[in-house]
């Protein structure tokens, strides 16, 4: 039995009342990939949630009932995620955390919706999301078109880069993380001379390297997955691609760094701040390492934040009726989780979302840099 450590900024949630009263737990959905290229981040996920819950369990849990985390495997698939949408809403969850790609969490969201069912999303960061218009949907992590731009000011501002090559793989984030970040370039006055996508699942990315290699570009801005990026990185090396590589907040898995290799090194990733780079999650490292063996993935903190912050609202609704918890959700105000201080606004994106680069360094990742309160670049501090 897991036995984590009692964080700062989570209450004792003993409240009784509420529909929970006749249940015998109450039901967090977790829609992520469980399986296909993208496990490893949504096995993750899956883990910090039932970290997360261990946790509000062993303090009492939440309207005198205990958490259960159930997990649906949505294979970063829009099809299939629907169908694991519809598996967690007849298996009666009370409210939804978690996703991991924004092309399966689109759908999940229309499907909860509909049922009335409120969706933290921990990592899905196309703007569409929380942009539909629904009241139930709320965000961990920040959004596409507020990490295009700071990746775009790393490269003009930081890098002093004057040409750019982007490049996506035609995904829902990607697209939309390379339409931001090309015309945050653009803006900058970079010279974009390549903005086209790859087909991931592919083995062979030479003859596309090849081609952006001869447009000498400085830097090249992948958006893509990590299964990919490590390829990319690897296949770059071999052709001794002189561009600085770096990707989006999709690259910072290290399963990058396995695919790629001694070739990883460098590689540069924007992204929202890691765990172990997090002043707050320190014990959360610790527990989450010593409960699974292994280090928390790079949205860990964030779903485990999700978690928390349902809990709050359902022990703040006195109520598991997903309309009182959509409620208490819109009326969270600096909520200290492990990735700092959250709320929401009207459409339930965190007020407040960080952005840096990592690097990887020796075979891993290392803290880069960050914009401070006027604007300069700083070393982010581990």
Same mark, same amino acid.
């Given at each position: 039995?897991?036995?984590?450590?009692?964080?700062?900024? !989570?209450?004792? !949630?003993?409240?009784?009342? =509420?529909?929970?009263?006749?249940?015998?737990?109450?039901?967090?959905?977790?829609?992520?990939?469980?399986?296909?290229? +993208?496990?490893?981040?949504?096995?993750?996920?899956?883990?910090?949630?039932?970290? *997360?819950?261990?946790?509000?369990? #062993? %303090?009492?849990?939440?309207?005198?009932?205990q958490i259960e985390i159930v997990a649906e495997d949505d294979?970063?698939?829009?099809?299939?995620?629907?169908?694991?949408?519809?598996?967690?809403?007849?298996?009666?969850?009370?409210?939804?955390?978690?996703?991991?790609?924004?092309?399966?969490?689109?759908?999940? !969201?229309?499907?909860?919706?509909?049922?009335?069912?409120? /969706?933290?999303?921990?990592? #899905?960061?196309?703007?569409?999301?929380?942009?539909?218009?629904?009241?139930?949907?709320?965000?961990?992590?920040?959004?596409?078109?507020?990490?295009?731009?700071?990746?775009? #000011?790393?490269?003009?501002? /930081?890098?002093?880069?004057?040409?750019?090559?982007?490049?996506?793989?035609?995904? $829902?984030?990607?697209?939309?993380?390379?339409?931001? $970040?090309?015309?945050?370039?653009?803006?900058? =006055?970079?010279?974009?001379?390549?903005?086209?996508?790859?087909?991931?699942?592919? &083995?062979?990315?030479?003859?596309?390297?090849?081609?952006?290699?001869?447009?000498?570009?400085?830097?090249? +801005?992948?958006?893509?997955?990590?299964?990919?990026?490590?390829?990319?990185?690897?296949?770059?090396?071999? !052709?001794?691609?002189?561009?600085? &590589? &770096?990707?989006?907040?999709?690259?910072?898995?290290?399963?990058?760094?396995?695919?790629?290799?001694? *070739?990883?090194?460098? @590689?540069?990733? $924007?992204? %929202?701040?890691?765990?172990?780079?997090?002043?707050?999650?320190?014990?959360?490292?610790?527990?989450?390492?010593?409960? +699974?063996?292994?280090?928390?993935?790079?949205?860990?903190?964030?779903?485990?934040?999700?978690?928390?912050?349902?809990?709050?609202?359902?022990?703040? *609704?006195?109520?598991?009726?997903?309309?009182?918890?959509?409620?208490?959700?819109?009326?969270?105000?600096?909520?200290?989780?492990?990735?700092?201080?959250? $709320?929401?606004?009207?459409? =339930?994106?965190?007020?407040?979302?960080?952005?840096?680069?990592?690097?990887?360094?020796? =075979?891993?990742?290392?803290p880069g840099m960050k914009l401070d309160a006027s604007g300069? @670049?700083?070393?982010?501090?581990?």
């Amino acid at each position: 039995m897991i036995k984590p450590l009692l964080y700062a900024g !989570l209450p004792l !949630l003993m409240t009784i009342g =509420g529909s929970a009263a006749f249940a015998d737990t109450i039901k967090f959905g977790v829609p992520v990939p469980l399986s296909g290229p +993208y496990a490893s981040a949504g096995i993750d996920i899956a883990n910090a949630a039932k970290l *997360a819950a261990a946790k509000i369990n #062993a %303090a009492g849990g939440v309207l005198g009932k205990q958490i259960e985390i159930v997990a649906e495997d949505d294979t970063c698939d829009a099809q299939t995620g629907v169908q694991a949408a519809q598996k967690l809403i007849d298996g009666g969850i009370a409210i939804a955390t978690g996703s991991y790609c924004s092309g399966a969490a689109l759908p999940e !969201l229309v499907a909860f919706h509909r049922a009335g069912i409120p /969706y933290v999303l921990d990592a #899905a960061t196309n703007p569409k999301l929380t942009s539909m218009g629904f009241d139930d949907v709320f965000r961990t992590i920040g959004r596409d078109d507020e990490q295009g731009p700071f990746a775009g #000011a790393y490269i003009s501002g /930081y890098l002093h880069a004057k040409k750019a090559a982007v490049i996506d793989d035609n995904t $829902t984030y990607s697209k939309g993380l390379a339409d931001n $970040t090309v015309a945050a370039l653009k803006k900058d =006055g970079v010279d974009v001379v390549y903005y086209d996508a790859i087909t991931p699942g592919q &083995m062979d990315y030479s003859a596309v390297l090849s081609h952006v290699s001869s447009l000498s570009p400085d830097v090249i +801005y992948y958006t893509g997955y990590f299964s990919e990026a490590g390829l990319l990185a690897k296949e770059a090396a071999a !052709l001794h691609v002189t561009a600085k &590589m &770096m990707g989006g907040d999709a690259t910072n898995d290290t399963t990058l760094i396995k695919t790629a290799g001694p *070739a990883a090194e460098g @590689w540069t990733a $924007t992204t %929202a701040p890691l765990p172990q780079f997090l002043s707050g999650a320190k014990d959360f490292v610790t527990d989450f390492t010593k409960a +699974y063996n292994t280090a928390p993935g790079p949205y860990s903190a964030y779903e485990y934040d999700a978690v928390s912050v349902a809990a709050k609202a359902i022990a703040d *609704a006195g109520s598991t009726d997903p309309k009182a918890i959509t409620a208490a959700l819109h009326k969270i105000a600096n909520y200290q989780g492990l990735t700092g201080s959250i $709320t929401f606004n009207s459409v =339930g994106d965190r007020t407040i979302a960080s952005y840096i680069t990592v690097v990887v360094k020796d =075979g891993a990742f290392a803290p880069g840099m960050k914009l401070d309160a006027s604007g300069a @670049w700083v070393p982010v501090q581990q």
